[in-house]
């Protein structure tokens, strides 16, 4: 099943379909938070704020900024993975017209 | 160490098994199990070739120069995955809907299918794609000189020596047999290269097991953990001082916009993408690949500049490392790692550009020349094929030569950023395209040129040293010998660093123009109407777009091109699914606008927008575009605003006319009633005086004994009655007309007082027998008024008759007076009778009630008086109403608006 069909499928009812196309069994707030999750990475790795931990401080021999930068890196993975597994989720429980393995052991 | 022979052998090997991968991916492919080969693993492996040679021993040498910066080429591509909602998702629905082949026909297609658009995208990334190939091939070079041991000191990594070009020759021979064998095998991009996307995933994971493998025995095999590493460290190596400037954010900008914009990377990304779910699971998995990626890096450069003689190479410090700790294995995986990295890079970008260059630059030049008349003889699909294999060859040679000029002089790393730069020109074209509805093909044609003439100028062209266009000469004395125009310090801005100072003066012209021109002109209808598909993509049905272009063709010459460019099984198996198949013999039916524009998509995925739509305007007559049709799907959300609206705006109209109906209604009972009332009162009145005239008639017609002198009462009886009758009958008569305006009125300029002295005259008598004192208190002079003098008596009489007769009162008295106002003329009819009750106040003046009724006995009169008086005085322009008079008894207002105001002045 693949996107376009969806598309083709809400394309045959004009009416209804502005809204189909737009996935709108996601929440908003995850939408919403989708969007948010880039900028949240973009002000935490840019100046000025990176520069507050550019002090040589080390933790456990690392240096602080090292460990700052890898921190909020896996930070962002684990936000996305999350966002991830919740609009799964989100598009699982109405309709279970699609298999959803692919989804599922992407998530294993 | 590793003999070159055994090197060899085991690289042979590896590609073997490539090969192996690729050719059962495609396999299970054609028989149609994909399985894992759709997972989103696999597509976010292939995403991976992202990390070229350029990563793999690029990275370590960039963090040995300039400590963390090597981490923005990784930054910029996790955001840009991480917010894969913002706009990665909308680029691969795009590319779903509109079976797009690559950058260059994706951003053609946004402005109108232009031709030159798509052409010039594919000469830029040609351009700025050769020396990122030239990289790949020198690093897997290089790699495998350093690994065979054939360099004099291999633990320096050659840092001057010569690389072997006839081993280069032969990596690249090599490539492009195996991008030939998998990469051409149909020309449509859309039926996707599962072979590749299979060998490229498997090498994506050699990559990162190599180079994790590298960084695990950095760590804990030469080092004792990270503390150690970092305690080997000097403090300068990570430059946090400095590094967070504007080059941080600059190439941030930049990667992120690599991600995006190289050719290779849409491939996978968008055009390779089978499922637009997967592109959420990449999100996360992608930037996570990427951090394993650069995790080690600071640690293998740290180890290098510490254990590695001086002067070592530190673009080669992943594998000299391991051969300088004698881990032969590890050295043996880094190697395939590197070559891993090398070759998918290159497998990918040569079939993504060999399809752009055949799309947009062959196909087009064929079409003009006459080589592949999409009516003539031929076989397109041959030709295209043929165009895109010798597009792989030509690649690859440019790549070997830029490789064969350049040699070894510069390090990897600024190689790969002259790439980026160049292709990221594309951005703001691509970018202002999906989310700017004016963004026009002009402002973007202009831009992009002159962002791409200025990179190469500032860039690309300086990076050969002097060697190459733009000489030593002009690089330090300016273009004709003018300073302002030397490369690296346009119009004298010479303290930025040469990424940056190329980057500001391209993109300011790029963007410049582009953003100026889209504000400066409207775009073609074409335009228009791919920008509204583009832009809300979301928002518009696919569908929608078929009933705007409308134009016509013959099925049988569509069907031909189809079977030309797609061949004859497959343009018969399209034709089948879209229900047009040629009817055999009879006349050929014409196509539609439906089976034209799904042609048309089902072409523009194996050769273009632009190219689809030219070869498709060959056959096709009388093409327009609604602009109708087009503004209305133009904005969905304006659409369903307006609808709302309008909705809203009917309902409370309904509601309106819902309130006035039932006033309407409510008004409509009230007369149905009064009429009924009206008809029974009339029947009553008229009943009285006939049954009494009836009875009288019969006694009279019996009446043999009745003497002349009864006879004659009785006669008198029905003779008054009679009169009774015909006088109630006028009276009803008389109020119709009144009521509807048949009476005739003579209005003439009359003196009102001299109609109520007439009035006052003829009450006189009827006071006197009732014994009521009529006082009048009148004499205004020279109050003139529009009226019929009659009519106006005949209110006053009635007014002043109905005073005498209902006043109960035992002195009673009736005061009639007149005054003129500065506009009106008023007269005050006035009892001290029982007056009128409060709830009868307006009762009073309608047909047959008279409001003395509780009063005494009905006598005369039918109850028409007041209803008639004031149905007179309303066509005078006046009012009759009860106003409170000064005692209990009744007080009757007259006014009639003077005729000449001014003469009122009594």
New interface residues.
């Given amino acids: 099943?693949?996107?376009?069909a969806r598309?083709?499928v809400?394309?045959?009812a004009?009416g209804a379909?502005?809204s189909l196309?737009?996935t709108p069994q996601i929440p908003s707030r995850l939408?919403d938070a989708?969007?948010v999750?880039?900028?949240v990475?973009?002000v935490l790795?840019?100046?000025p704020m990176?520069?507050l931990f550019?002090a040589?401080h080390?933790i456990?021999?690392?240096?602080l900024?090292?460990l700052y930068?890898?921190g909020v890196?896996?930070a962002?993975?684990?936000?996305?993975?999350l966002?991830?597994r919740r609009?799964?989720h989100a598009?699982q429980v109405p309709g279970t017209a699609h298999d959803g393995g692919?989804?599922r052991?992407?998530?294993a | 160490m590793l003999s070159p022979n055994v090197v060899l052998a085991i690289a042979l090997v590896y590609v073997a098994l490539l090969f192996a991968v690729a050719f059962i991916g495609d396999r299970r492919a054609r028989a149609g199990r994909l399985g894992w080969l759709?997972?989103?693993?696999v597509y976010t492996l292939s995403i991976s070739v992202y990390c070229t040679s350029w990563t793999f021993y690029g990275a370590v040498g960039s963090a040995a120069r300039g400590g963390?910066e090597f981490?923005t080429i990784y930054?910029g591509p996790?955001?840009?995955?991480?917010?894969?909602?913002?706009f990665l998702r909308k680029v691969?629905?795009i590319g779903?809907?509109h079976g797009t082949t690559s950058i260059a026909d994706m951003v053609s297609s946004r402005y109108g299918k232009s031709p030159a658009l798509a052409a010039v995208v594919t000469l830029i990334a040609v351009v700025a794609a050769t020396p990122y190939i030239a990289l790949q091939l020198r690093a897997v070079t290089v790699s495998a000189q350093v690994i065979g041991n054939a360099a004099p000191d291999a633990l320096s990594g050659l840092p001057a020596a010569t690389p072997d070009f006839t081993l280069g020759f032969w990596i690249a021979v090599g490539m492009a047999v195996f991008t030939i064998l998998f990469g051409t095998r149909n020309i449509d991009a859309k039926e996707r290269h599962h072979g590749v996307v299979a060998a490229i995933a498997v090498e994506a994971v050699v990559k990162l097991v190599a180079l994790l493998a590298v960084g695990v025995m950095v760590v804990y095999g030469i080092s004792d953990?990270?503390?150690?590493v970092?305690?080997r460290a000097s403090?300068e190596i990570?430059h946090?001082?400095d590094v967070?400037?504007p080059r941080?954010?600059v190439v941030?900008a930049l990667s992120a916009a690599a991600i995006v914009c190289l050719p290779r990377e849409f491939q996978v990304t968008v055009v390779e993408n089978?499922?637009?779910?997967?592109l959420?699971?990449a999100?996360?998995?992608f930037?996570?690949y990427l951090?394993l990626i650069?995790?080690f890096v600071?640690p293998i450069a740290i180890a290098g500049l510490d254990v590695l003689p001086e002067g070592s190479n530190p673009d080669m410090f992943v594998l000299t490392l391991p051969m300088w700790a004698r881990q032969e294995a590890i050295a043996l995986l880094a190697f395939l790692g590197g070559f891993s990295s090398a070759t998918s890079m290159v497998i990918v970008a040569c079939i993504a550009l060999s399809t752009m260059i055949s799309n947009h630059i062959v196909m087009p030049v064929a079409l003009r020349l006459g080589w592949v008349a999409a009516s003539a003889g031929g076989e397109i699909r041959g030709f295209l094929l043929a165009s895109r294999r010798v597009g792989i060859c030509l690649m690859l040679l440019l790549g070997f030569l830029y490789f064969r000029v350049k040699g070894n002089s510069e390090a990897l790393a600024s190689i790969g950023l002259i790439s980026f730069a160049g292709c990221a020109q594309v951005m703001p074209a691509f970018v202002g395209g999906l989310f700017w509805r004016r963004a026009n093909g002009v402002a973007a044609l202009a831009g992009l040129s002159a962002g791409a003439l200025i990179w190469a100028y500032t860039l690309f062209l300086p990076s050969f040293g002097g060697d190459f266009i733009v000489t030593s000469r002009i690089i330090s004395e300016g273009l004709f010998g003018w300073p302002f125009l030397r490369p690296y310090a346009l119009f004298g801005l010479d303290w930025l660093d040469p990424l940056l100072h190329a980057l500001f003066w391209s993109f300011l012209a790029n963007v410049a123009l582009f953003v100026g021109l889209s504000l400066a002109r409207d775009a073609k209808p074409l335009e228009r109407l791919q920008a509204t598909l583009f832009v809300d993509v979301?928002?518009?049905?696919?569908?929608?777009a078929t009933g705007l272009v409308r134009r016509s063709a013959a099925t049988y010459d569509l069907n031909l091109l189809a079977q030309r460019i797609l061949g004859a099984d497959e343009a018969r198996r399209l034709f089948r699914e879209m229900g047009a198949a040629p009817t055999v013999g009879g006349p050929p039916p014409l196509a539609d606008d439906a089976l034209i524009t799904r042609l048309e998509r089902k072409l523009a995925g194996s050769i273009g927008a632009a190219s689809a739509h030219a070869v498709i305007s060959q056959v096709v007559t009388g093409e327009t575009i609604s602009l109708d049709e087009l503004m209305k799907i133009a904005d969905?959300t304006q659409r369903?605003r307006d609808y709302s609206r309008q909705l809203e705006q009917k309902s409370r109209e309904l509601e309106a006319t819902a309130r006035e109906l039932g006033v309407v209604n409510e008004r409509l009972t009230r007369l149905d009633l009064e009429k009924d009332d009206f008809l029974s009162q009339v029947s009553h009145e008229v009943r009285t005086p006939m049954t009494s005239i009836r009875s009288f008639a019969e006694i009279l017609l019996d009446a043999r004994g009745l003497d002349a002198n009864q006879s004659a009462r009785y006669l008198r009886i029905i003779h008054e009655e009679s009169i009774r009758l015909t006088k109630l009958l006028d009276s009803i008569l008389d109020l119709g007309m009144v009521e509807h305006g048949e009476a005739p009125f003579t209005l003439a300029e009359t003196d009102p007082e001299a109609a109520l002295a007439s009035a006052l005259r003829s009450c006189e008598g009827l006071a006197a027998q009732s014994g009521v004192r009529l006082v009048a208190d009148v004499g205004v002079s020279g109050a003139i008024v529009r009226a019929d003098a009659d009519r106006l008596s005949q209110v006053f009489i009635n007014l002043i008759s109905n005073a005498i007769k209902y006043n109960s009162h035992a002195d009673p008295w009736v005061r009639v007076a007149s005054r003129a106002t500065a506009r009106d003329y008023e007269v005050l009819v006035e009892d001290n009778g029982p007056g009128v009750r409060h709830e009868e106040r307006e009762l009073i003046f309608s047909k047959f009630s008279r409001g003395w009724a509780h009063t005494q006995a009905p006598t005369a009169g039918a109850g028409l008086g007041l209803a008639i008086s004031r149905q007179i005085m309303r066509r005078h322009g006046g009012t009759l109403a009860l106003v409170p008079g000064t005692g209990a008894g009744a007080c009757f207002q007259v006014t009639l608006p003077l005729a000449r105001a001014d003469s009122a002045a009594a």
């Fill in positions: 099943m693949r996107a376009p598309t083709e809400s394309g045959a004009p379909g502005a196309v737009n939408r989708a969007s999750l880039p900028l990475g973009l790795l840019m100046p990176i520069v550019t040589r080390r456990a021999g690392v240096p900024i090292v930068l890898f890196w896996v962002l993975v684990a936000g996305a993975a966002l991830a609009m799964a598009e692919e989804d052991d992407a998530d | 759709k997972s989103p693993l963390l981490a930054i996790t955001l840009v995955f991480v917010g894969w909602w913002v691969v629905r779903h809907v953990g990270p503390a150690d970092f305690a403090p990570l946090a001082a967070f400037g941080w954010i941030t089978t499922d637009e779910r997967h959420r699971t999100s996360w998995l930037p996570l951090m650069s995790l600071l979301f928002r518009t049905p696919g569908a929608s969905e369903v």
